[in-house]
Every structure is written in structure tokens, then in C-alpha cells.
């Protein structure tokens, strides 16, 4: 039986009136709106309820999903202890969901569990729900910090799994829109926080979901929103469905987006199998650029791709430019999935006898042992965009002032630890956080003294 229903809803616990103490009502009209939607939810009896939270608990390489008989929870966090919750979870779905995650290699599961108490992000969603509707078993589902084609993917083994249950099924995607609305709010303003909104709500008045992976991770990032990866896990469940959508409330008096939508179902639709397009679409814009690239990024791409395929590594030929065969420099290859980082490894001075040598070591490294990534798989490499970084010689600098966040990158030492950050990062706009970052890397507290040194690079893409 496919998805009854799915409800785009806010969690801010100041919304729960014990916990408001009066404050609520500066958001009567998403109040409004919730009781629609919990008035909605009770008409569809359904057997289970299904809740996406970023308050879950949360792993950047994983889903989690919340084990066990069921769970408890309260407000006492905020206040207000008597508000409390015990609930069961809907455990056959909950296992045919991992079972079929298991079978595509998809990394979704119950495994990890630290605090087996509700969060926020189901509780006030349940606050609303239970008021009206007490029948049916819930499951809880964490997001990630994967990509948001992932996001989508596990939208999509959950519609799999609801259609081969005898079950009725709510979605309710729960999740903040900007925390940047208003300079008086708690997180103060962005300019990319209205715009954020805006966005958002009109994908969710058109249920025009395929435009979800068009919202930039730096720019969310800015945003500072909560649901986005919420909402796409929701619109993944609706792949290859004809969807009704309605949009009920949009508030920013808090500072902080609350959007209320729901979604229905209307019928098969072959033209809405949005991930399958967008990953054609990458595929067919990187074989281009693929097609483009210089012979540094055309080494890289064939050395990682000798390595992935074959578990050989490329040899050097004589038919590469001569700077590439005689000149020695350190070099760094970076590689992005998706317009996130998928491994950067690289030498700050040369160790190899050329060039060339140095670009086939380090991509393969990138690929396959960056100690922060699983290793690239095959069925990648059509979605990996590679840029290679050849790197001059470092030189002492007497402060940060000798720095330029797109010009130079910096290394930071202190004793034997050292750190680096090549220049013109997305994110990386002061030259504060540019050391701060390469601090990170290195091992050094903040308040250790270290010796600056910078470089220029020359970039291939």
C-alpha cells in the first residue's frame, strides 16, 4: 500500500504551550496550520507514522534509525517535564526498510544508538498528532551528513518498503526552514535566510521536488536551515508519484522559518524519478567537462580510475607535456561527488621524481585513503569531478596580514605538527578562519603560537 500522506512540518518547542508559557501565540498561524494538519492525520487512521528528525541522532556517513520495542521522552529540556511521550515503533517496517538498505549496500540502519530518548524534532510534531489521533506506531528516522542524492535514496527505499507492507503510512518531514530571518532572532540575519524560505516554500507549493538538489550546500550552510535533508527524504518517497501539495502557513516573526505543507498522492508518474535525472544530468555535465580538462586533471582522473578498476597503478608515459615529465612540486588532488567533498590528499613538497609521478601517487590516495571517506567505488566515477593543485614553494610569512584567502593558501606549524589549507575554498572567506581551519588540521589549539608560511598554487580543472 503506498504512502497515504506526507506533511512538511516546523519543531520549535516554544509552539508547546507549557513550554511557551504564552510566547506561542507570536505563532498562532503555524498553530493554526498544525491542528489542519493533525486534524488531516486522524482522518487518515494511519498504522504508522513516520517521522524524519535532525534532532535524531545524527552520523556523517550513515541513517539511523531508531532501534528497539519503541522509546520515551519528555520536555524537560525546555522546561516542562510533565509534557511527556511513550511510544512504540513499528518494528516489522522498520526492519524491511534496513533489509532492503543491506541489499543495495546503502548506509541506513539501526546500529549506533546513543540516546535512545525522542527528540524535539519528533516530540512536537507527536504533541500535535497525539492530541487529536492516539492509535498507530511511529518510526524514527535520523538524517545525515551525506549528500542530499542520498538523502533522496533513503526516500526511496522507504516508499519501497511502505508499498510491500499491508500498512497505512504518514510521512511527516519534520524540520526549521532559516534560522537567519531577523536580526533580532536568536542566530541573527543572513541575507541568504529569506531567500532560503522563499525557495523552499514555492518547491513545496509546486511539489516541484526535483529543484530540492538545486539548493547549494554553502548556501544552505548560510541559510542556516534545519529540514532541508528532512524534505528530501520526504520528496524521495514520493519518486515516481504524481503528487497534490498545498501549502498552509509560512512564519518569520522568530527570527526562525516555520513552513507547513502537506502532500497527496495522485497516481504513477514516470516523468518524477527526479534522482535518476539529476544523476544523468551530473553525468552528462561531467563527461563534458571530462572531455575539456587539462592533462593534469585527464592523469588524475585516468590514475584513480587504473587504480578503482584494475588495482594498478598508471605508469608515467612519455607523451605528457615536459613540465608535467621534468618539473618537481608538491600536488594536491581534490575530488567532489555531487558538490561535496569526496577526498583531498596531497604533498606540500615534491616526493616523487616528476610532477606526473606526484599526480598519479596522490590521486590515487584521494580516492582510496583519505582517512575521512570510505574509498571510491566504481559505480562513482561517473559523478566525480577532480581538480588538481600544483603547488609553489612555501615562504615564511611574519603574520596574517601577509595572507590573501584567494590567493595564497597557508601552513600552519608547531613543532612537528603542521597544517595546510590550499586558497580560493568554497567557505573559507576571512583569512581568520582560513588559519583556524588549518589549525584544525594540524592538531593546534588555538592559543599554541605557530610559525605561517604561504604558497600559491596553479589550479586545473
Given at each position: ?17 507549557a513550554v511557551?508559557?504564552?510566547?506561542e ?52 529540556q525546555f ?28 548506509p ?51 516508499q519501497?518498503?511502505v ?10 518531514a ?114 563534458i567537462?571530462?572531455?575539456?580538462s587539462?592533462?593534469?586533471?585527464r ?16 605508469e ?17 588532488v ?30 590515487i ?72 581551519i ?24
Amino acid at each position: 500500500m503506498p504512502i497515504l500522506a506526507s506533511f512538511m512540518v516546523p519543531h520549535p518547542p516554544l509552539i508547546i504551550p507549557a513550554v511557551g508559557q504564552g510566547g506561542e501565540k507570536s505563532v498562532q498561524e503555524t498553530i493554526d496550520s498544525y491542528e489542519k494538519v493533525a486534524d488531516e492525520i486522524a482522518e487518515l487512521k494511519p498504522e504508522t507514522i513516520i517521522i524524519t528528525s535532525p534532532h535524531s541522532i545524527m552520523y556523517s556517513d550513515y541513517f539511523h534509525i531508531s532501534p528497539g520495542h519503541g522509546a520515551k521522552g519528555n520536555f524537560s529540556q525546555f522546561r516542562a517535564p510533565e509534557v511527556s511521550f511513550e511510544e512504540s515503533y513499528d518494528e516489522e517496517l522498520r526492519d524491511l526498510i534496513c533489509e532492503i538498505a543491506r541489499s543495495e549496500d546503502f548506509p541506513a540502519g539501526t546500529l549506533g544508538e546513543k540516546k535512545p530518548l525522542l527528540d524535539h524534532g519528533t516530540m512536537v510534531p507527536l504533541w500535535f498528532i497525539r492530541n487529536k489521533y492516539k492509535s498507530g506506531k511511529i518510526l524514527r528516522i535520523g538524517l545525515s551528513g551525506l549528500g542530499l542524492p542520498e538523502h533522496y535514496h533513503l526516500g526511496e527505499i522507504i516508499q519501497k518498503a511502505v508499498n510491500a507492507c499491508d500498512r497505512r503510512v504518514v510521512f511527516v518531514a519534520s524540520g526549521d526552514l532559516s534560522h537567519k530571518l531577523q536580526a533580532h532572532g536568536p542566530y541573527g540575519f543572513a541575507s541568504e535566510g529569506p531567500v532560503y524560505d522563499e525557495r523552499i516554500m514555492d518547491v513545496a507549493k509546486r511539489a516541484a521536488f526535483q529543484e530540492m538538489f538545486d539548493f547549494n550546500e554553502d548556501f544552505c550552510e548560510r541559510a542556516a536551515e534545519c529540514g532541508h535533508r528532512s524534505f528530501v527524504i520526504m520528496a524521495g518517497a514520493w519518486d515516481g508519484m504524481n503528487v497534490k501539495s498545498r501549502v498552509f502557513s509560512h512564519q518569520d516573526v522568530t527570527g526562525v522559518g516555520y513552513g507547513i505543507a502537506s502532500f497527496y498522492p495522485e497516481g504513477p508518474d514516470d516523468s518524477r524519478h527526479f534522482l535518476k535525472k539529476h544523476m544523468d544530468h551530473i553525468k552528462d555535465e561531467l563527461k563534458i567537462k571530462a572531455e575539456q580538462s587539462d592533462e593534469y586533471v585527464r592523469l588524475a582522473r585516468a590514475s584513480l580510475e587504473s587504480y578503482i578498476l584494475n588495482r594498478k597503478k598508471l605508469e608515467v608515459t612519455h607523451d605528457l607535456p615536459a613540465e608535467m615529465l621534468e618539473r618537481r612540486a608538491g600536488a594536491f588532488v581534490s575530488i567532489h561527488k555531487d558538490g561535496r567533498l569526496r577526498g583531498c590528499i596531497g604533498t606540500i613538497l615534491p616526493t616523487a621524481p616528476s610532477v606526473a609521478e606526484e599526480i598519479i601517487r596522490n590521486a590515487i590516495s584521494a580516492s582510496t585513503r583519505d582517512p575521512r571517506f570510505n574509498p571510491i567505488t566504481p559505480d562513482e566515477l561517473p559523478y566525480l569531478d577532480i581538480n588538481v593543485d600544483i603547488l609553489g614553494d612555501p615562504e615564511d610569512i611574519s603574520g596574517p596580514e601577509d595572507l590573501d584567502v584567494k590567493r595564497y593558501g597557508v601552513i600552519v606549524s608547531c613543532g612537528n605538527r603542521r597544517g595546510l589549507l590550499l586558497p580560493d575554498l568554497d567557505g573559507v572567506d576571512t583569512v581568520e578562519q582560513q588559519i583556524s581551519i588549518a589549525r584544525q588540521k594540524g592538531g593546534i589549539d588555538i592559543d599554541e603560537p605557530v610559525k605561517l608560511q604561504r604558497f600559491e598554487v596553479v589550479r586545473h580543472i
